[in-house]
């Protein structure tokens, strides 16, 4: 119970934090940031990964209701989709490698540099 009530307000910490950067630097959505925090958080260590487990996988197997309302969206906007289908698709496919090359980019550059780091330090 008490891993529950720690999820719940650091969940909401995360997310109180980026509406408030949100509302001084208006770039991305408020739940970014606030994911962003929470990453920053975990990958520190100021945000106990044990604790908060239980919760977040709870919300990975309920995470099917939250697609719902775009299936419903779907097909209140077929028309929309049927003629602008292909372009979207396009988009998507296009964006999705980009961002995946990006995120691979990023990846291997700072691990290239962790281990040039790690090789530094042990021929010293």
């Known amino acids: 119970m008490l891993n529950l009530l720690y999820s719940i307000f650091t969940l909401v910490l995360c997310l109180l934090f980026g ?59 077929l028309g929309l989709l049927q003629r602008y289908g292909i372009t979207l698709f396009i988009f998507t496919v296009v964006t999705s490698f980009v961002m995946l090359w990006l995120v691979g980019f990023i990846y291997q550059k700072l691990t290239q540099k962790k281990s040039n780091l790690v090789e530094g330090s042990i021929r010293d």
């Open 19 to 77: 509406y408030l950067t949100s509302y001084v630097v208006d770039i991305i959505p408020a739940s970014l940031f606030g994911m962003v925090y929470m990453s920053i958080g975990l990958r520190t260590g100021a945000i106990d990964d044990i604790r908060i487990k239980a919760a977040i996988e709870w919300v990975i197997r309920n995470m099917g209701v939250c697609f719902v309302p775009a299936g419903v969206g779907i097909m209140e906007y």
